[in-house]
């Protein structure tokens, strides 16, 4: 089973001010890794999958990097609609995994 | 508009079943696989199950697996999840969740329901 771990596990962040969080897989999952954001009695949104591809409907402020174990999701202005709960989801083996998971909150 | 919709959770003593169903719309429900993704109060997320669009390929995590069955009717577009021998770990909003297609053996998910409370409690 592969592990996927977030760091950190909160990041107090301003309005206005870059966020950049870290997931971490135990082996490699290429490029098969997704974010999703979740706010509070919501279900999951996806960002992210591919490491990189912006899924529909996503600003541009929202980016992903990486491959094999390291990745990043970037959000370079945060918008007050933006403070959430992240995940990171690899889907590049069974079982699916997902990190668990950054808050990002307001400093 | 893709729409899915969890129906079937609820309070039930530790030993017990429950079945919870999703209906979908707003989509060719046959062609896809779908899955099963749990979250605990005040956790994060943990899949469930998966189930091929022809029922063919069925999967499931090793903390589910020989209690809980997952199925589909294509006929209804309508997914289920029958859950015994249920334990106060399994408390829960299960979601059902449809994946995005891409290039890869296996899918994200872009499509959520709302999400089902199963409470396991005596």
């Known amino acids: 089973e592969i592990v996927m771990t977030q760091s950190p596990a909160t990041l107090s962040v301003s309005p206005g001010e870059r966020a950049t969080l870290s997931c971490r897989a135990s082996?490699?999952?290429?490029?098969?890794l997704a974010w999703y954001q979740q706010k509070p009695g919501q279900a999951p949104r996806l960002l992210i999958y591919g490491a990189s591809t912006r899924a529909t409907g996503i600003p541009a402020r929202f980016s992903g990097s990486g491959s094999g174990t390291e990745f990043t999701l970037t959000i370079s202005s945060l918008q007050s609609e933006d403070f959430a709960v992240y995940y990171c989801q690899q889907y590049n083996n069974w079982p699916l995994s997902f990190g668990g998971g950054t808050k990002v909150e307001i400093k | 508009e893709v729409q899915l919709v969890e129906s079937g959770g609820g309070l039930v003593k530790p030993g017990g079943s429950l079945r919870l169903s999703c209906a979908a719309s707003?989509?060719?429900?046959?062609?896809?696989?779908m899955n099963w993704v749990r979250q605990a109060p005040g956790k994060g997320l943990e899949w469930v199950s998966s189930i091929s669009s022809s029922s063919s390929y069925i999967y499931y995590a090793d903390s589910v697996k020989g209690r809980f069955t997952i199925s589909r009717d294509n006929a209804k577009n309508s997914l289920y999840l029958q859950m015994n021998s249920l334990r106060a770990e399994d408390t829960a909003v299960y979601y059902c969740?449809?994946?995005?297609?891409?290039?890869?053996?296996?899918?994200?998910?872009?499509?959520w329901g709302q999400g089902t409370l199963v409470t396991v409690s005596s």
């Open positions: 969740a449809r994946p995005l297609v891409v290039p890869a053996a296996l899918h994200p998910i872009d499509y």
């Open positions: 707003g989509f060719t429900f046959s062609s896809y696989s």
């Open positions: 082996q490699s999952v290429s490029s098969n």
